[in-house]
């Protein structure tokens, strides 16, 4: 099974760097400020990290899908045409596991690297979390569906794929019908806005009617302004960004009076805990300003 299943993104690789380098140069030659030379730096480290994980990891990812398949009674053979409804099915789970990354503290710690760029280019998708293969567990619907193990891979594989296209401030807004059914670069665009009203918007990753259907869509009116809001203390170490939620992850719950507490830091909406410790901080600061 491991030597068997195609293995596109590795093969896509070449691909995706080129257009990613010849977004940096037209950006440089058209003199638009799409990129920050360091962060650009900072988002390649981290994807060739990921792509050695990855590769590290292989059997360990097919290890519960593999396992999964051959329990269920209503496994299915190995057909290619069952990638549509497999992708559908894949696409909605990456919805919910995309919601509950932005609304629990814990799994906003898997995602907050890829929001972590103050600018939007191509090479933010390759900002992707060194301990993402976590999230494989919100995949366990799809599996308990009984695709063949190569379906879900080679599905899981396209849906990444797709997601590099839609990071780019150079494909405007595409014909109606398109920006309804897909996660387009503008409908992308607003998720990594950090305006108040974009912020926990469009979590689709190929289709964008699962946020049209569930309440969490909006459109791009006003420019997105790009990065988190709490801004980091070092934005090109790549250690740092990929866990520095979790640093303060433990700082808080070491802080925490009481348990209660303490669950709330780890696993509460990290949005409503970051505006809870906003006023701290500027108090914080105050004081640092009347010391010096």
């Known amino acids: 099974m491991e030597e068997s299943y195609p293995n596109i993104i590795m093969y896509a690789a070449p691909f995706l760097i080129f257009f990613a380098a010849l977004e940096v140069f037209l950006a440089w030659y058209q003199e638009r400020e799409y990129h920050d030379r360091k962060e650009v730096v900072t988002s390649v480290i981290v994807g060739l990290v990921n792509v050695a994980i990855n590769l590290a990891l292989k059997t360990l990812m097919l290890f519960p899908v593999v396992w999964v398949y051959n329990l269920v009674p209503w496994r299915m053979e190995l057909n290619w045409w069952m990638l549509i409804p497999c992708y559908i099915i894949f696409d909605f ?168 507490e303490k669950l709330y830091f780890v696993f509460g909406n990290p949005t409503k805990i970051a505006k809870k410790k906003i006023p701290k901080l500027l108090r914080q600061k105050k004081r640092k300003i009347k010391s010096q």
């Open 93 to 260: 789970a990456s919805y919910w596991a995309h919601r509950i990354s932005h609304g629990s503290r814990f799994w906003w710690a898997t995602h907050v690297l890829h929001h972590s760029s103050d600018h939007y280019n191509l090479t933010v998708s390759f900002r992707l979390s060194w301990v993402q293969g976590i999230k494989l567990i919100f995949f366990l619907p799809v599996m308990l569906f009984g695709f063949h193990p190569v379906i879900f891979f080679v599905t899981n594989q396209i849906a990444v794929l797709f997601q590099f296209w839609v990071h780019t401030e150079y494909i405007k807004k595409l014909p109606k019908w398109v920006e309804y059914i897909f996660a387009t670069p503008s409908n992308h665009r607003v998720h990594h806005g950090s305006q108040e009203q974009y912020i926990d918007k469009n979590y689709g990753a190929t289709f964008i009617f699962w946020d049209r259907m569930l309440g969490t869509y909006e459109p791009e009116v006003e420019k997105p302004k790009y990065g988190i809001t709490t801004p980091l203390k070092n934005k090109y170490n790549p250690i740092y960004v990929n866990f520095h939620e979790y640093i303060d992850i433990v700082d808080d719950v070491k802080k925490a009076k009481t348990f209660k």
